[in-house]
């Protein structure tokens, strides 16, 4: 932080804050109050203030705030006696919001200490700011004229219905015939150095700059010389904040005036790994992999259950970029994190990134409503190929217009390929399940999902198209039967934007055992009875019965029971009157049939 700076003996008055030394204002987190403000125009509420936009150095200036009468507002210093060869020299730097708005301004002094208007008896410039913050524009003024004398300086805003005028790093200093540098600049920051350039309007060959923690001040004696223009210096301290001084020195006893300060941040001494990657992932194992940024030759890295809170330990130790995860349960986000050691005292920040550890197989019944997952992701053992020019396109979690709260999956993106990727079904290709899900559009045409299946749910040629619904601009539920006329082997079931109007929205996916798909398979020994059936349902087999669902006529599952028996009844008495389909497991083999309920 930069501060107001004595630089050489000086008499400090609390009460007027008077010297006779040079001095630095920066204005870098307030307007002092030492220095006296004054609105003489119509409106006093818009006239100086502080501000952190766009200032010449540090993190603050003044500004004179844009009102549309006539500007009269004093900006007034604190009072300083005019020393020859110390204070006899003013200077500071000016500029305005936009090239469509210059400010005037006048430069006045007071010969009596004075921090009224009516004490301001001397102009010394009437000004105009033409430079474009964050640029800034120099202005400096000769107060030989006033040697021995006490004075206050103002800055008064004199334009009308414009913009901003902003004052920037006030300086009391020295006449000399040595010129200032200017246009400090910093470049190739590093943990422990920096390479400071400037322009030189002295004619020499030779500066002195000083680097020192941000905040101490106008330099108060001789800083490094140098006759290297830029220069780099080394040595600094990782993760400090510093400012930079620069001065010409034209001769051994002629010197410009210190020009700053300049303020950085030196970068962090061991950066962090970056860009991880996984492979090779399945049910219990991957391969993560990351960028090395700091030359380091040993990492540490720690994995757990994403949600989690950052490592506090030493985590374990690696000596190549990449590791071989085993030991992982499936279906699972994990968050990995990885830091760099770059010596026995000098660790990285913990850096991280998440992945899904593979699915095993499901097979039905499987449903996925979409809610228990944070937006915009999508549910673990679910997938996505999103292939677009345009970085608004894409297909996520989404809180809006769900037919059952909260949430839904939004597929946006009319001319790019997208792909919604169901987990595995290893019973898929038994011809006996099918899906059910709710689906709408947004804007007329509302679009199409062309269902399909993949045998690899990351290559988007593997899409094989099986039906494709027409979507209408309420919520349906619609049927897909990979029966019989489902022929192919891949075990992903997979949602594909039609291309036309969205964006379209899919929630409630079921995908379950098909009653009528598997009625035709008889299982050798089993029998049912009555059929009609007026009260009780009748099973017998010759190996256990597991487990009897039964669907009504629109697929929804109204009774189901484990009797782990060969004979069992079902009592049907308190279902309404209609046909139902009965689905058996037998030994786990499965077989339906259909009964009519009197």
Known sequence: ??????????????????????????????????????????????????????????????????????????????????????????????????????????????????????????????????????????????????????????????????????????????????????????????????????????????????????????????????????????GLTSETDYEVFVRASCSASDFS?????????????????????????????????????????????????????????????????????????????????????????????????????????????????????TIPDLPVCWSKIVHSNYSDDYIQSFEFLSPSTPNVIKFTGRYATLILVSPEFSDLTSQQNRITFKARGLISPYGDFIIGTMSDPTDENTFVAFQTITLTGNYETYTVNFDSSYTESNQYIAFKHGGANDPIYLDDFVYENNPAAISNNRIKGFNYYPNPVNNTLNLSAQDNIEKINIYNISGQEVMNITPNSLQTQVDMSRLQNGIYFVKAQINGQLTAFKVVKK
């Open 257 to 373: 005036s210190w020009i700053g300060p300049m303020t950085f941040t030196t970068a962090i001494s061991c950066l962090a790994p970056s860009n991880y990657a996984v492979s090779n992932i399945t049910t219990n194992s991957a391969t993560v992999s990351w960028t090395d940024n700091a030359n380091a030759s040993e990492w540490a890295y720690v994995i757990q259950p994403a949600g989690g809170t950052t490592p506090t330990g030493t985590g374990t130790i690696v000596t190549s970029p990449s590791v071989n995860l085993s030991g992982l349960s499936a279906a699972t986000v994990y968050e990995f994190f990885a830091r760099a050691n770059c010596s026995s005292t000098d660790y990285s920040d913990w850096t991280s990134f998440t992945f899904n550890s593979g699915c095993n197989p499901f097979t039905a019944p499987y449903s996925q409503n979409f809610d228990n997952v």
């Open 1 to 234: 932080m930069k501060k107001i700076t004595l630089l050489f003996a000086l008499i400090f008055f609390v009460l007027n804050w008077q010297t006779n030394a040079q001095f630095l204002e920066s204005f870098d987190t307030e307007i002092p109050s030492t220095w006296t403000i004054i609105s003489a125009d119509a409106n006093s509420t818009y006239t100086w203030r502080y501000t952190t936009d766009n200032p010449h150095s540090g993190a603050g200036q003044a500004e004179m705030h844009w009102e549309s009468n006539t500007h009269d507002d004093y900006l007034i210093s604190p009072s300083f006696t005019v020393t020859s060869g110390v204070s006899d020299k003013l200077s500071f730097y000016a500029a305005i919001y936009s090239s469509n708005w210059t400010e005037t301004f006048d430069v006045m002094l007071s010969t009596t200490a004075g921090n009224t208007v009516a004490d301001l008896d001397v102009t010394l410039g009437n000004e105009t700011a033409t430079a474009v913050a964050p640029n800034h524009e120099l202005f400096e003024y000769d107060l030989t004229a006033y040697i021995g004398q006490t004075v206050t300086i103002a800055i008064r805003a004199t334009d009308t219905n414009r913009h901003h005028l902003y004052i920037d790093d006030f300086l009391i200093s020295n006449i000399t015939a040595c010129s200032n540098p200017s246009n400090i600049t910093l470049s190739n920051i590093v943990s422990d150095g920096v390479q400071i350039a400037w322009t030189d309007n002295a004619g020499a060959n030779a500066w002195e700059y000083v680097v020192q923690t941000a905040g101490t001040g106008m330099p108060t004696s001789a800083g490094i010389a140098t006759s290297t223009n830029p220069t780099i210096v080394s």
